[in-house]
């Protein structure tokens, strides 16, 4: 948290306790708002999680294809894109850590290049929702999300 707020991002932790539920961190990336998830994480050690998992979703009227979600996890290698239930759109990078943790200028790049690719992906998600005289409707959705459908 202290990195994203270092580097000027509003951030939010949410700490949820029991078995299926996660820490987490809302970041607005100006892009819209993403997800740090903490996972792997390993209980007899404090503070210790193996993988950090940046996810940012849309809310579409309509389900995405499945042409579409292949043709955008071939564009951009480095992310898995998968329809939640509902057909909208969820964009997923892992970040493997060790037990010393990652560097913080390593975290905030892959904040930074998860966010390009998130801001290049948020058109071709909304490509066919968007009647072609209304480009508006385009923007980002996503900061009125709760995040429940990308899990």
Known sequence: MSALKSAGYDVKLFEREGDDDTTFIEVDTGVGVSQVRFA???PAVPDFCETLVLSTWWDRETPMSNEAVAAA?????????????D??????????????????TVFLNAIQRFSGIAR???????ESDVPRDD?????????????????
């Open 135 to 151: 480009p508006v409707s385009t923007t980002n959705e996503s900061s009125e999300s709760d995040g429940s459908d990308a899990e």
């Open 87 to 104: 057909g909208d759109p969820v964009m997923q990078w892992a970040i493997l850590t060790r037990r010393e943790g990652i560097p913080a």
């Open 73 to 85: 996890n071939k564009k951009n290698q480095y992310v898995s894109v998968f329809l939640a239930a």
């Open 40 to 42: 792997d994480c390993a």
């Open 120 to 126: 290049d992906y948020r058109d071709l998600a909304f």
